[in-house]
């Protein structure tokens, strides 16, 4: 399904719950916030505060540091990772700044982490390059699974898709649901996503929700650079395991044979 934005409003914008008729068991919501706003959160749920753009003072747990994101195209994610009932104030030291949250239920607790670049599991990576020739080519940048948190239900990160590319292709499916969150560059753009055998258009500010077992995939217009969140809420103490589709699997082996050659 797709979760069309309204239009933001300054102040926390739902566009997801977890328990709605979404299925996705998470809450998502985006923070809008102009200098000198304030906000504070203490969530009986594991939470993750996304810097998308502009510059914030994050407190938690006695720490406090002050950060800054220009571009979520450009530059690499910086984001606070808490669990439950860890108290987090923000601080906008600009304009319109933007904070996508992430929250589920989870009773393990964590060591809590500001994350930057050398955090991440994954930072800037270029990933598709020399496979279906140059179609699928993208950056990934993966925050954290249980790999690297062990007690976290989330797996986690944001894609930056070229314009004319495609992205998590082939289609895949996973038993967990999954939500991408949208922003385009110019923000006029525009993309398609396949759930299942429906495609929808999305745009900027957009979110698509994946329940369990649908096959997605995700297309941009050319001209466009597109960008998503994707936040992946695990089963407790499950491994997830991502299925492509049969049909499609051959077109990402190494050396698959592409028209005009096949």
Not at 75 to 91: C, G, K, T
Not at 113 to 134: P, T, V
Request: with cysteine; charged share 20%.
């Amino acid at each position: 399904m797709k979760i069309t934005s309204k239009g933001f409003q300054n102040g926390y914008n739902t566009l997801t719950t977890q328990g709605d008729s979404s299925q996705m068991n998470m809450d998502f919501g985006v923070l809008c916030m102009n200098k000198g706003d304030s906000a504070t959160y203490n969530e009986p749920k594991e939470s993750i505060y996304v810097l998308v753009a502009g510059k914030v003072t994050f407190q938690w747990e006695g720490k406090k540091e002050t950060v800054e994101r220009g571009s979520c195209f450009h530059e690499d994610p910086i984001l606070l990772h808490v669990s439950q009932n860890v108290e987090v104030i923000i601080q906008s030291e600009t304009d319109g700044t933007e904070i996508a949250i992430q929250r589920t239920t989870n009773p393990k607790t964590f060591v809590s982490q500001l994350m930057k670049s050398e955090d991440l599991l994954c930072g800037s990576e270029q990933r598709g390059a020399g496979l279906m020739n140059e179609a699928s080519t993208r950056i990934v940048r993966t925050f954290f699974d249980r790999s690297s948190c062990p007690e976290t239900n989330f797996f986690i990160g944001e894609v930056v898709s070229y314009p004319g590319k495609w992205s998590s292709y082939p289609p895949h499916s996973h038993v967990e649901p999954e939500i991408y969150y949208y922003k385009f560059l110019p923000e006029n753009g525009y993309g398609f996503a396949e759930i299942g055998d429906d495609v929808y258009k999305v745009k900027h500010n957009d979110l698509t929700a994946m329940a369990n077992g649908v096959t997605h995939s995700q297309a941009t217009a050319p001209g466009y650079a597109e960008y998503y969140i994707w936040a992946i809420r695990l089963q407790d103490d499950v491994v997830m395991v991502t299925n492509a589709v049969p049909e499609y699997a051959w077109t990402a082996e190494q050396g698959a044979k592409y028209f005009p050659d096949i």
